[in-house]
């Protein structure tokens, strides 16, 4: 069970990353990843960031130009400066000697606010580091509007909905002590709807229900027709 | 590290403020980039002369610093300049200047589980490991336990020892708690120390009884 299953996503992320950090002199070094929620999107980047050493900020809605500042600032373990343009400079200054990547997530809010975008592409422009935005399925078309910043991206990654191969992986570390058959797997990966949190939550009741009943094995008839985790509200009777 | 055969002390007793010897080093240096010598770096960061000396070593050999000086005479000083910044860290080097990996495993998982919203120790381990660096389970364990006994951690669930439904706690970060970037480290003594508060945070209470 001590693994991550190396299912799609990271792969992809990992890739991106890797073109950031290693890209040629004179290309942008902005990266986008996004995708609905429970595609697995934060499991992803925590090992992408443990992978590079990166600096991790998870952006909220209150955040003004300060804040998000003094947050980064924070995560670098450097004393903040008092002004907005001192904390810029600083970390510019540290992130463009360590070249240790940035990865901010929830970067919607950076895109409904005014100046934020600005502010993100002057972090990029004075360090020249990679710097990675998480964000919603929309994310691409709120930067659309700003022009400067979106020519920037070198590596535009949509989150990939799980697969019966990734279900394969996960099976593995979820469900290790059950034989789970393939139409039962494929059953499950279906009424996931692409979301990996629906698949894991379900596997582990699959095998929760199989320990209980004595089960070694369970496929599409036996489980029958008890209910799995949809994400749907309960329907009235 | 130095060559002497001298005992290491715990981490408290080296730091000011949080900053170990190396790192006051360091910063005396990006501070004189151009051009320092041996003798101000240990007077300004309050290091002994040798101490900071093997440190100078060490960043020549792995490229940092480079003499600019040329000295012709016996005992005539060394001056240096800083060739390669690596930023606000001080690099981590052996003597010959490669690079320490040592403390990077407390490193992954103290940022795993200010990023992940609950997990055991399990989960922390698998998360927190790369391809060049395993965590293993039992040590992420043993750091999870000192670090819920020190507060950083809230137990969400209690973890079964016995019985035929055996799990292990569940943990979630306590985002009062987040001190920054540095993870705390445990003491030999069992102590928890804060590296980015610069002080002791948890210590066993000696027993009076006995």
């Not at chain 2, 200010?114 to 293993?136: G, K, Q």
């Amino acid at each position: 069970m001590n693994r991550i299953a190396p299912i799609a996503n990271l792969d992809l992320v990992s890739i991106a990353m890797s073109k950031l950090i290693n890209r040629q002199d004179g290309l942008p070094g902005l990266g986008v990843y996004y995708g609905p929620s429970g595609y697995g999107k934060t499991t992803t980047i925590v090992a992408v960031a443990n992978e590079t050493r990166a600096y991790y900020v998870q952006m909220r809605s209150a955040w003004g130009k300060k804040a998000l500042l003094e947050k980064i600032a924070f995560e670098m373990g450097l004393r903040p400066a008092s002004t907005v343009a001192a904390n810029l400079d600083l970390i510019c200054e540290q992130m463009s000697t360590s070249q240790r990547p940035l990865i901010l997530d929830e970067a919607d809010h950076a895109a409904s606010r005014p100046g934020m975008a600005e502010l993100l592409r002057d972090i990029y422009e004075g360090s020249q580091a990679p710097l990675m935005l998480v964000g919603e399925e929309m994310l691409p078309s709120k930067l659309k509007k700003f022009e400067r910043f979106h020519g920037r991206v070198l590596a535009w990654v949509p989150a990939q909905p799980v697969t019966l191969d990734d279900a394969h992986q996960l099976k593995v570390i979820y469900s290790p002590d059950v034989a789970i058959a393939d139409d039962l797997l494929a059953h499950v990966v279906e009424i996931a709807h692409g979301s990996v949190r629906r698949l894991c939550v379900n596997l582990v009741n699959i095998q929760e229900h199989a320990m209980l009943h004595g089960l070694d094995a369970i496929d599409r008839a036996t489980w029958g027709n008890q209910a799995l985790y949809t994400g749907d509200a309960p329907r009235r009777m | 590290m130095a060559a002497t055969k001298q005992k290491r002390r715990s981490v408290h007793l080296e730091m000011v403020g949080g900053k170990g010897g190396r790192q006051r080093i360091w910063e005396a240096i990006r501070v004189r980039r151009n051009g320092f010598f041996l003798a101000d770096i240990s007077d300004v960061a309050t290091v002994d002369l040798t101490t900071a000396r093997t440190y100078l070593q060490a960043l020549e050999r792995g490229g940092f610093i480079q003499q600019i000086n040329v000295t012709e005479k016996v005992a005539e000083a060394k001056q240096y300049a800083l060739i390669r910044d690596n930023g606000l860290e001080a690099p981590r080097l052996t003597v010959d200047g490669k690079p320490v990996i040592q403390g990077l495993v407390n490193e992954a998982m103290w940022r795993t589980m200010r990023m992940v919203h609950d997990f055991n120790f399990h989960e922390l381990a698998a998360l927190a490991s790369t391809t060049e660096l395993r965590v293993a389970p039992g040590t992420a364990r043993i750091y999870l336990n000192q670090l819920a006994l020190a507060g950083y951690l809230i137990e969400i669930k209690k973890g079964q020892a016995k019985g035929t439904s055996r799990s292990p706690a569940r943990f979630r970060f306590n985002p009062a708690r987040n001190t920054g970037p540095r993870p705390p480290m445990i003491q030999r003594t069992k102590a928890v120390y804060d590296p980015n508060l610069g002080q002791i945070v948890w210590q066993e209470e000696p027993d009076h009884d006995c």
